[in-house]
């Protein structure tokens, strides 16, 4: 009899234990959830939330349809977000894009990058926030401030996208060739974010009370899992490569000198690209109106002189149709100071600054003699002088003169690149290496005696390079700024590549994500048994946490609860208990 009342009186406790962690959960402060509740749908006070109860929906239809939003706008956020943060290595591009449009310099490219930053990371907060929620058992209500704020980042995505996929459809290359470098580390935060979406779905999922919404809440995030675990088995890389298979690093040429460091086609700017150890230099060649070739990228001068200041009533004036008298009294460097052209560009010493403020446009004599006092190859542009131009039918024999006559480089530091009258440049400069600008069938190339392609980087494919390696013809790639996408054309085997970056590849010792298939098999399996072990123990802590409270049936615990005097009759009697009752 005895031991009997004693077992009474342990379940009579055990239930209160029960009705008090229920008690705590209605009536407590709880400061987390209401910090949670207060930023998502500004719900500060205990009265103005509600939690979930099991089997009901975890809001109202209202939320219901707009969650979906909430979840699309995060999506399009983060691709757009990523589409633009791997583009980063044509923002110069971009920008001057834009001035050619605007008539100004400014970095737009800048702006976009951290407006994209600030609106992903304010819906990821809203998404997280809503998910702690859903793992506390709390009804969602999403506040209407956060709901125009929702609808602002998805359409400022979307539109970003769409103009993109417009108006620079390379990009889309650009985004897959990162994929080959950067998806197995994507595939680790994609498993990492569904351990974390493991607690709300777990949560819901057993505290369901049909089995169909158990399938609908658990089909969906099982599904996304298991394609996350096999997905490397269709990945490729071609940074994961065996030991002692990594070719030689690429040649490094500089783009117009070093743009980063010293303002574009000037001495100063190809004299920075020697010193950091370039291995080439490339250029843009124009004929002035009495016959000089002189580097100049731009149609005209605006954008990289100070002709607005020298010849104001001129400065839209092709740069072809100033003697080279006149060419001579403009300044070269100070808007490199003023307009800084680079996303990311170091401060200069004042020496340098002192040498850039007092930059003159550079004829390509000098140029070429300075390249071949340094040993350096040689590759430019050349830009055909517009109608009415005295030297518009002569300007392919008048660089020649130059490169043949007046600089007399030694002629294998010559890519050469122009493919109008190559038959004739072979016939007159026999020794240049011819260089083609697209890609073509290998007889072809072999047939015009080509050495080497020059392709715009979006074309690259190691497949293609070891093609044109077999035949003894070379590729370099243009332009190649950032660290990730130089490293892939190492990998991939390019012999050069263009860039406005010698300062900073040249200190890549080996390939950025470079890894051999034994260790990148152990890393998949690693972070795919990991992350199966966690999600499995987060399954099984909601599922002990559910069971212990099914010990009290719900409507014990409410009676009790709601008779404040039954409560405060054991209050006292509960506290007074031993710790091992307790």
Request: glycine share 4%.
């Amino acid at each position: 009899m005895e031991a009997r009342s004693t077992s009474l009186k342990r379940l009579k406790f055990g239930k209160l234990k029960v009705v008090r962690r229920r008690l705590l959960q209605q009536y407590e402060q709880q400061p987390f959830v209401s910090c949670l509740a207060g930023f998502y749908s500004c719900r500060w006070k205990r009265y103005q939330r509600e939690r979930t109860e099991p089997g009901k929906c975890c809001c109202s239809l209202r939320e219901c349809m707009f969650f979906p939003l909430l979840v699309a706008a995060f999506c399009f956020s983060l691709v757009f977000l990523y589409t633009w943060g791997e583009g980063k290595n044509d923002y110069n591009s971009f920008d001057w894009y834009n001035y050619g449009n605007l008539g100004y310099w400014f970095l737009w490219s800048l702006v976009i990058l951290i407006v994209a930053a600030v609106l992903f990371a304010y819906i990821s907060l809203l998404l997280v926030l809503a998910m702690c929620l859903l793992a506390e058992g709390q009804r969602l209500y999403l506040h209407w401030s956060h709901k125009i704020g929702t609808f602002l980042v998805l359409g400022f995505s979307i539109a970003c996208l769409f103009a993109l996929s417009i108006l620079w459809r390379d990009h889309r290359k650009t985004v897959r060739l990162s994929f080959q470098v950067t998806a197995p580390y994507l595939h680790i935060g994609a498993i990492a974010i569904m351990v974390l979406l493991a607690w709300p779905v777990a949560f819901h999922a057993i505290r369901a009370d049909k089995k169909v919404t158990q399938m609908i809440i658990l089909g969906p995030y099982l599904a996304i899992l298991l394609f996350l675990f096999l997905i490397p088995l269709g990945m490729y890389s071609p940074c994961i490569r065996e030991m002692g298979t990594l070719g030689p690093k690429p040649a490094l040429i500089g783009h117009r000198g070093a743009p980063m460091l010293a303002p574009e086609n000037t001495e100063m700017s190809f004299l920075k690209t020697i010193e950091h150890g370039g291995d080439g230099l490339e250029t843009d060649v124009a004929i002035s109106y009495d016959g000089v070739p002189f580097l100049m990228h731009d149609d005209t001068l605006r954008r990289t002189t100070n002709i607005a200041e020298v010849y104001p009533n001129d400065a839209g004036k092709a740069a072809s149709f100033f003697s080279w008298d006149a060419l001579q009294k403009l300044n070269a460097g100070k808007w490199f100071l003023k307009n800084k052209p680079f996303v990311g560009m170091g401060s200069l010493s004042k020496a340098d600054q002192k040498q850039a403020m007092n930059q003159s446009i550079y004829t390509l004599s000098s140029f070429l003699r300075l390249a071949d006092s340094h040993n350096k190859l040689v590759i430019f542009d050349l830009y055909r002088p517009p109608e009415k131009h005295p030297y518009r039918n002569l300007w392919l024999r008048k660089v020649l003169d130059v490169i043949l006559k007046e600089a007399k480089i030694k002629r294998h530091l010559v890519l050469w690149l122009h493919n109008s009258v190559r038959s004739f440049v072979q016939s007159v400069a026999p020794g240049f290496q011819h260089t083609m600008g697209r890609k073509a069938p290998i007889e072809d190339l072999l047939k015009h005696n080509i050495v080497k392609l020059n392709l715009v980087y979006t074309d690259m494919s190691s497949e293609d390079i070891r093609k044109y390696a077999a035949a003894n013809i070379t590729t370099n790639f243009y332009v190649v700024n950032e660290p990730w996408l130089y490293s892939l054309a190492w990998c991939s085997g390019a012999h050069s590549v263009t860039t406005n970056a010698v300062h900073l590849l040249k200190d890549l010792s080996q390939p950025l994500f470079l890894m051999t298939p034994q260790q990148y098999s152990i890393m998949w399996i690693l972070t795919d048994m990991t992350s199966a072990f966690l999600i499995t123990l987060i399954f099984v802590l909601q599922w002990r946490r559910e069971k212990n409270f099914s010990c009290c049936p719900a409507e014990d615990s409410n009676s009790m609860i709601e008779n404040g005097s039954s409560y405060n009759k054991f209050k006292t009697e509960l506290s007074n208990m031993p710790a091992v009752l307790a």
